[in-house]
């Protein structure tokens, strides 16, 4: 995926010229009048990864709901890189849809969105606490906001060989930081299959090293939003990925598009990967035989915890130019209602941001007759214990976006990893360019 959030400099550039079924409940969050003619809700969705999750959005779902409330329910689809440009679009001309669904957290829209707090009472009323990572996702600590409404995310656990691992004395694959360089080594060193974490400007890199960084203690900021990057654990996470690259990598990893490490993982030229599961459901339609040799393991540990962030998430806005506010609410809200039906049509792909409404997920995710094994995907049960959202353990604020956004994590981590830069002065570059993000941001707001 392309990148999905903007630089404060693009966002006042864009946008400164506009400055299900019976499950389906009869609540309404806004119940003011009654119109004779019929309403319409108009969504844009990001083309899922899981064309079967469409299929029921749209047809099923959707419809479902515009029949049960007198709405003409228009679903309008766009590839994922097309997101960004598409919200901007809509934000600067002030027209176009009521709900429009990010992948990465909105902040810079903040002020030309509805805030979303009442959607998120009406929900946990029913369902309890939303989990951490949607919460600070999308709310602004300081004004008190909730900006966007997340409902779902996709973990971002390790992919690897099992028949390659199993050789190199690891038969469930690497536990920990530690575990995937002396093996990667290894297996590099006998097989020629290289590990395959990508150092390139694109969304599964971001995750990665935010993975690696956190893992070994660093973090972009701290939970009051003061950056902390220049620090012993950001340089020793840099150490390890030059080390990691040095012995076990090969220099296109530096070139990859957003797909390289799937297509990589699938043809078996590659050991281990950090990815979301669509490796193995390709692999599960594709190629039954390597979808027996793909396995899933947790995030890996390293010296301070084991943590990594989403992969991607589910971000949905009601612009404050949106024809049906009322409706949108509405929507969101039976959304969450029925998101069993959701993860199920996902194919496991999107987690639920409120857990109690897919209560047997545990059991789902151990007995997949899909999978090879049938319990593949039980790794993922406890998902929530290693994944939280872009800017821990702060909130994901604009400035954080920026820094996610232009890449500043992926070239350090790159640079340092082809010895171009010391990891010393890896951590002092990165420091002084989220220093100036962060003053940049601070001066706007």
């Known amino acids: 995926m392309r990148k999905q959030t903007i630089t404060r400099r693009d966002f006042v550039k864009i946008t400164g010229a506009g400055a299900v079924g019976a499950a389906i409940g009869p609540f309404s969050l806004f119940p003011e009048r009654a119109q004779a003619q019929q309403k319409t809700l108009k969504i844009v969705q990001w083309s899922h990864f899981v064309p079967g999750f469409d299929k029921w959005f749209d047809g099923e779902f959707a419809k479902q709901w515009g029949q049960k409330h007198d709405t003409n329910v228009v679903v309008d689809h766009i590839v994922t890189r097309e997101v960004n440009t598409r919200g901007a679009a809509e934000a600067s001309a002030r027209k176009g849809h009521d709900l429009f669904l990010f992948l990465f957290p909105p902040a810079a829209y903040e002020n030309q969105v509805i805030d979303l707090t ?23 600590a300081k004004t008190k906001k909730h900006f966007a409404f997340s409902d779902s995310y996709v973990p971002f656990p390790g992919n690897y060989r099992q028949d390659l691992w199993a050789e190199a004395g690891y038969p469930h694959g690497p536990e920990t930081y530690d575990d995937l360089r002396i093996g ?19 969304n599964d890199t971001s995750s990665a090293v935010r993975a690696i960084l956190w893992s070994f203690g660093g973090a972009e900021q701290d939970e009051n939003g003061n950056v902390v990057i220049n620090s012993k654990q950001t340089i020793e996470a840099l150490k390890f990925m030059r080390a990691l690259y040095q012995e076990s990598q090969t220099p296109e990893v530096v070139t990859w598009d957003e797909t390289s490490n799937n297509r990589a993982m699938l043809a078996g030229k590659i050991s281990y990967t950090m990815n979301a599961i669509s490796i193995t459901r390709a692999a599960e339609k594709d190629n039954p035989e390597m979808s027996q040799k793909i396995q899933l393991c947790p995030a890996l540990k390293g010296p301070a915890r084991r943590l990594s962030p989403a992969n991607v998430a589910n971000h949905y806005v009601i612009w404050d130019f949106a024809e049906n506010k009322e409706g949108a609410k509405q929507f969101l809200v039976d959304l969450v209602e029925n998101f069993a039906q959701a993860f199920t049509a996902s194919e496991f792909f ?73 990891a010393e002065e890896g951590a002092q570059t990165a420091e002084a360019q989220v220093k100036r993000i962060f003053e940049r941001w601070a001066r706007g707001n």
């Open 350 to 422: 999107g987690f639920p941001c409120f857990p109690s409404t897919v209560p047997d997920l545990e059991s789902r995710l151990a007995h997949d007759p899909k999978a090879s094994p049938q319990d593949k995907y039980k790794t993922l049960s406890n998902v929530l214990d290693w994944t939280t959202n872009v800017g821990y353990p702060g909130y994901a604020t604009n400035a954080i976006n920026e820094v996610a956004s232009t890449y500043v994590l992926n070239t350090t981590f790159a640079k340092v990893a082809r010895g171009e830069m010391s």
């Open 184 to 202: 990667a080594k290894k297996i590099r060193d006998k097989s020629g299959h290289p590990c395959g974490i990508g150092l390139s400007q694109d």
């Open 118 to 140: 009442d959607v998120y009472r009406e929900v946990e009323r029913k369902h309890g606490k939303a989990i951490a990572l949607a919460h600070r996702s999308t709310f602004n």
